[in-house]
């Protein structure tokens, strides 16, 4: 009789910590444990390339990650995923490669996997791969909205919306956000992003300062942003559930 190995405790306790590996059966999150590795996110680290193949997928469980687009006029955001989702989500779809630069915007940690033991593992259970789809509708929802918040809404409560964004997926009022990724998150040039933060910070929402953010009064934040913040939290919630902290 073939015994079948367990993953450590250790891994599969903090994988959880990751909400789309919780959201797992306890098989499926075996299974997918036992080809886990640990990994740091540095701030500007690039996860995969434009048109390149994906070798790996990512599950955070702190910090945060951009899939940014660069075109010849410019470099914008085009989604984020942090301890609720996965990076690599073209395998899922069947897809090897990208248009769009995965890099981390925020310093972490993650659970990674090779891209082949992910593919071998999803082929293998329907219910894992149903999981992960309803992941991918929510990312997919999550861009809708941000298309629409960025033509419908002020650079003021949008740039709320992406600091209160950030500020789930760390630990602490306090995260490194430079002009650069803020004018990748909010589709402008960074004069504006320095306007726009100026504003929150003699709001006394925030305290900016040489590339720092510190939420000084969070629940002002979020009365300046736009509703597309909570529309896309709630989202998530209800299809891949949520993260308490």
Known sequence: MTLK??????????????????????????????????????????????????????????????????TGTGTVEVGTVGFEGMVGMPLLLHGSSAPTRALVQVDGEAYRMAAAAFLR????????????????????????????CNRLHSLEERCARWLLITHDRVEGDEFRLTQEFLSFMLGVHRPAVTLAAGVLQKAGYIHYSRGRIIVTDRAGLEGASCACYQATRDDYAELIGSRSG
């Open 5 to 70: 190995m367990k993953p450590p405790q250790s891994v599969t306790r903090s994988a959880t910590d990751n909400t789309l590996l919780a959201s797992l059966t306890p098989d499926d999150l075996a299974q997918i444990c036992m080809e886990l590795e640990h990994v740091h996110l540095r701030v500007h680290e690039v996860l995969y390339e434009p048109g390149e193949e994906i070798d790996y997928v990512y599950f955070p469980i702190s910090g945060c990650v951009s899939m940014v687009h660069a």
């Open 121 to 148: 593992i999803v082929a293998m259970s329907d219910s894992a791969y149903r999981v992960l789809l309803r992941f991918a509708l929510a990312f997919f929802n999550q861009v809708a909205q941000s298309v629409a």
